[in-house]
């Protein structure tokens, strides 16, 4: 399955729980009852999700493989709250989501 087909499954297990998929500057994203996002599909097949830092789901996140802090620049200036998890975490998605969606903004 494709990074593309599994946003989708990601979005359509979570939309019991208000999501829905929407987009965000360009890329595919997950919003919450309150049309704010907590998700997003980059162009490079990853998910992004904002875990909020020093948070249990935040640091688990951070120890996949390939994982990092969501750097939308290029720059240097990573978004700490946001983390950034290869398609070859996928099957993970759903639970990153799910914790991403619970996390006070």
């Known amino acids: 399955m494709g990074a593309e087909e599994d946003f989708q499954r990601v979005g359509a297990e979570l939309a019991d729980l208000g999501v829905r998929i929407s987009r ?3 890329s595919p994203a997950l919003k ?3 049309g704010k996002v907590f998700a997003s ?3 490079d097949g990853a998910m ?3 875990l909020v ?3 249990p789901e935040h640091e688990a996140a951070l120890r996949l493989d390939g994982a ?5 620049s290029g720059r240097g200036r990573e978004m700490r709250d946001w983390v950034v ?3 070859s975490s996928a099957e993970k ?3 990153l989501a799910e914790a991403a969606l619970s996390r006070p903004r």
């Open 68 to 72: 990092s802090l969501f750097d939308p």
């Open 93 to 95: 998605w759903t639970d």
């Open 32 to 34: 919450d009852r309150a």
């Open 48 to 50: 992004v999700f904002r």
């Open 41 to 43: 599909l980059q162009r």
């Open 24 to 26: 965000m500057m360009g």
């Open 53 to 55: 830092r020093d948070t």
């Open 85 to 87: 998890v290869p398609h």
